[in-house]
Each structure stands twice: as C-alpha cells, then as structure tokens.
C-alpha cells in the first residue's frame, strides 16, 4: 500500500479517486440502464413501435449541458491539484537532481553531493530536475510526483515526507540498457537524524572563507556579488580593475599578485569608485599561509589545506558504479577491481593494442572515453567534464590502488 499520508500524495489521489469514482459511476448507470431497457422493449414483448416520439428537447439539453458540467468539474479539480503540484510551499528546502546515464546525484546547497536524496522529515522540499545526456524521469511513487528530466530543461517538483523512512526514486523513462539500475531513495530523517547528518557530512569550509570572516573582511566585502564599502570578492579570477596608482587610472587584470598587494598595501591601488579605506595586513595580523588561503578562495580555486579527496566515494557520487562494478562483477564497462594490474586490450584508431594501466591512460580515459575504447566494450561511457582536475586526480588516484 502506498503512503497517503503527505500533501502531494493527497494532491494526486484526490483527482484520480474523483475521475475514477464519476466514471466508474457512469459506466455503471450506463450499462444497467442499457440492459434494463434491452430487456424491458425486447421485440417478444412490444413486437410493434408503440410510440412516435422522435426527440425530446428537454432530454436532450439534459443529456448535453450535464455531462459538459461533469466533464468540467473535472478539469477544474484537475488543474487545481496541478498548480498545487507546482506551487511550491514557502520555506522549502532546494536540492538539486541530475539524472546521467545510469545514476542520480543530488546536490545541496552548500555544495555537498550524495547519491541518495536524504532530507529533514516534516519539512517541503524542491528538487530541482535537470539531465546531463537523454530523457530521464524522476518518479516518486509514494509521493506521486513524477516529472521529465530533459537535457537542456530545468523542470522541477516539490514533495514533503510525513515522516522519517525510505521512499524509493524510480527513473520511468527508458534511457539504455543501465535503465533499470536508476533506482535510489530519499532518505526522510528526523529533524535531530538530519542536524546530525549535515554535520557529519558537511565538505569542510574552505579556509579562505574562514580567514575572510575571521580578519572582518566581510564587514566591507560581501561574497556574493553585491557591493558594500568595498568591492565584493565573489568570483574575482580574471576580472579586469580600473584601479588608481598615485593619481594616475589603470587597468589591470586580476591575478595573484594583484591580490596579494590588495591586502599586503592595501592603499598602492585604489579600486576607482571606492574610498581609499581599506587598511593594510602585514605578516604579524595575516600570515602568510591564510594570505595564500584567501587568494586561493576569491579566485575560485579548491582549498588546499583541507583533507584530500576521497577517490572511492567520488566514483560512487558520481554515478561511475551505475556502469563499473568494484568487485569483479560484469557490467555495462569492465570493472575496476584489479584495472591497474590486468592487461589491457584498447582500441585507437582501429588498431589494438595492449597495455596496463597508468595514471595518463585512466586520465584520458576519463577526459576523453572515445580516443580509446577498451575492446569488447561499447563506446557509451560520457566524458567526465563535470568534475575538477582535483576530483580527477583522487579518482585516478584511487584506481591506480585498484
Ligand atoms: C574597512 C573596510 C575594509 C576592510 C575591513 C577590508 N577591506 Fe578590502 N577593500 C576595502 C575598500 C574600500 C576597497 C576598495 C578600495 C581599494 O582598492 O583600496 C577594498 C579593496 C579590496 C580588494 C581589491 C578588490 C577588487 O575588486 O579589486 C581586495 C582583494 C580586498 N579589499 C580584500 C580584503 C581582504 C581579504 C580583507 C580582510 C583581510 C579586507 N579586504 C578588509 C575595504 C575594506
Ligand atoms: C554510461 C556508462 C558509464 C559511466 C557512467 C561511466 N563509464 Fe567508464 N566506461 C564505460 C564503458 C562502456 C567503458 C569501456 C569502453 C571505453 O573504454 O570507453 C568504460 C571505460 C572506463 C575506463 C577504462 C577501463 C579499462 O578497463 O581500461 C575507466 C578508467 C573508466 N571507464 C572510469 C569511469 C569513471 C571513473 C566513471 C565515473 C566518473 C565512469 N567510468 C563512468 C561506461 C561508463
Ligand atoms: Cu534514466
């Protein structure tokens, strides 16, 4: 038995019992109505037509104007429910969905990724749906929601889970042969279970960001774009800067040094538009390793002090087990128990060759699956272009110890 106990269930169920319960209705009446007069005027009893009656305007009106109303009460609690699928709650949580050839990724606000969908019970949710390669369809069946995901469209749908437990995630648009393994869950956690798992999981912040709010920066720079008493720090790489030297107006483009000097002589280039406010950091109040930290952070580049990354759970995010398996089993690609120490037989430019794996050969096959293929393998495996050199790394990393 489905749950009925959660607002989107209650959506869906309420049209579909409705529809199903008029139509069930006028099958029935129809049809004993239709027997009843076949037996009532069979020709044994009424051998003569016994009347001259050729229409009824009054009965026809009826027959007209009540199945129109039928048909439109309807449509009206039909697309009542519908925008009540598609107005999300206020409050609600954001994640985001990817469907890729064979397997979900969902990804949190603050940049964490799972495979499974874990969210707060008791609490609406918006998934934002999106496909990175063919038509994927995001089906909930104990919530009823059900939704397209195709590439290119960004679709969305919300739900809310009554309470804590698992509820299965279907992909119901046949995408390949990997089709039937797009199943996962949401993971409905109590509001303590789910307190506990944000902080167990949480990606460390970077230490830029720290160092920003730990010296004050934040109290004249924001980091989201808007601008303060200072420019904002948000996504700074490569930017171009009228900036004024002595009097005399520049413009330079924003590198390293540039904001190494930014913070080490604060007063050396002034931002034009800006007041000349911004006080100096020297070694004593800023070291020299969270100065490096934080040119790290405004030109976007990953947080080198944090632990490194975790090349075995980046495969299994990262839907690479959707088509690998890790412990010998066939699959849709060979497998990557053993990969760095079996031969193996590729083909580049139609021509075989055999070789063992190395750190450049997983890195192209990674980056660049088609140049070469391994043989006996269908060449389907999507280049990894979502993930960051580092992840790149780490993943390469980890199969090397395979
Ligand atoms: C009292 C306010 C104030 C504080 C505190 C402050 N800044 Fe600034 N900052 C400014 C102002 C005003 C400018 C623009 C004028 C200039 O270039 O000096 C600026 C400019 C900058 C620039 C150049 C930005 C660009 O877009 O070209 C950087 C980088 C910067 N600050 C980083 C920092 C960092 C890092 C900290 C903390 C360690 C910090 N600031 C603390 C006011 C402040
Ligand atoms: C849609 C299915 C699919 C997905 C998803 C996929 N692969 Fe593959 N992969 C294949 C297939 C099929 C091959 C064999 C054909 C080829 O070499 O392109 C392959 C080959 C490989 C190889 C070379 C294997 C060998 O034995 O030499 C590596 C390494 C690899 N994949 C890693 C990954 C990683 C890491 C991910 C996740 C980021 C991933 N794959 C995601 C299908 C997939
Ligand atoms: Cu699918």
Redesign the pocket.
């Known amino acids: 038995m489905l749950p009925t106990d959660n607002p989107t269930a209650q959506l869906v169920d309420g049209v579909m019992i409705y529809i199903f319960g008029l139509s069930l209705l006028l099958l029935l009446g129809i049809t004993i109505v239709t027997i009843y007069f076949v037996v009532k005027y069979r020709r044994s009893r009424c051998p003569e037509p016994t009347s001259d009656v050729d229409h009824s305007i009054v009965l026809e009106a009826i027959w007209t104007v009540l199945p129109t109303l039928i048909v439109l009460t309807m449509f009206w609690y039909g697309w009542v429910n519908y925008v009540g699928l598609t107005e999300v709650p206020e409050g609600a949580m954001e994640v985001s969905a990817t469907a ?4 979900w990724q969902f990804e949190y606000a603050d940049g964490r990724r799972e495979n499974r969908l874990f969210v707060p019970a008791n609490t609406p949710v918006k998934v934002r749906l999106q496909s990175t390669d063919v038509i994927h369809s995001f089906f909930v069946p104990a919530f009823r929601i059900k939704k397209d995901m195709v590439p290119g469209l960004e679709t969305y749908v919300w739900f809310e889970a009554p309470k804590p437990g698992s509820y299965d995630i279907f992909c119901t648009e046949y995408c390949g042969v ?1 089709h039937a393994d797009m199943i996962t869950t949401i993971e409905a956690l109590s509001a303590e279970d789910y307190a506990a798992w944000l902080v167990a999981d949480a990606p460390p912040e970077h230490r830029g960001l720290v160092v920003l709010r730990e010296q004050g920066c934040i109290g004249c720079h924001s980091i989201d774009g808007t601008p303060g008493i200072g420019p904002s720090l948000f996504e700074l790489a490569g930017s171009p800067r009228q900036v004024e030297i002595d009097g005399q107006t520049t413009e330079i483009t924003i590198d390293d040094d540039y904001l190494i000097r930014a913070i080490r002589e604060a007063n050396y280039e002034v931002v034009q538009g800006y007041p000349a406010m911004m006080p100096s950091y020297d070694e004593a109040s800023l070291n020299n390793d969270d100065l490096q930290s934080l040119v790290d952070y405004m030109m976007g580049r990953p947080d080198t002090t944090s632990a490194p990354l975790d090349g075995a759970r980046l ?1 299994e995010i ?3 087990t ?3 398996s890790t412990d010998g089993s066939p699959s ?3 497998t ?1 128990q053993g ?1 760095s120490s079996r031969d ?1 037989t ?1 083909i580049r430019d139609g021509k075989e060759v055999t070789q063992q ?1 190395d750190a450049d ?2 890195l192209r ?2 980056v660049d ?2 140049v ?3 043989k006996g ?6 280049p ?1 272009d979502y ?1 960051s050199p580092e992840e790149l790394d780490a ?1 390469v990393e980890h ?1 090397l110890q395979q």
Do not use: K, Q
């Open positions: 890729r050839m064979w397997s990997g495969i990262n839907g690479c959707g088509c690998h849709i690609g060979p990557f990969i193996i590729i794996a050969y997983l096959a990674l699956p088609s070469e293929t391994v393998y269908p060449d389907i495996m999507p990894s993930l993943i199969l």
